[in-house]
């Protein structure tokens, strides 16, 4: 089970999980020459959003119960 919510920001839309004590945004880290970075989820729809997300945290949509926050939303 996994808790989001969906964070706008300008056009695109962040995604954001809820850990133990926050809410994090979900991304990915990329390791390079001059050091690591970390690229946050952004997509222009919730769908698209949702998809990246679950790719960044190695998840498949069905197998896993998405509890979607402020509006209790399961998918």
């Known amino acids: 089970m ?6 706008k920001q300008g056009d695109y839309w962040l995604v954001e ?11 990915h880290w990329q390791s390079g020459y001059a050091g690591d970075a970390f ?6 729809s919730k769908e698209v959003a949702l998809e990246s997300a679950l ?3 190695k998840l498949r949509k ?3 119960t998405i509890i979607e926050y402020p509006t209790i ?3």
Do not use: H, P, Q
């Not at 996994?2 to 964070?7: L, N, Q, S």
């Not at 690229?39 to 222009?44: A, D, H, K, Y």
């Open 2 to 7: 996994i808790k989001i919510r969906f964070v």
């Open 17 to 27: 999980r809820k850990t133990w004590f926050k809410w994090k945004y979900v991304g």
């Open 39 to 44: 690229f946050e989820v952004s997509e222009c």
């Open 55 to 57: 790719k960044a945290l």
């Open 62 to 64: 069905d197998t896993t």
């Open 73 to 75: 939303k399961i998918y």
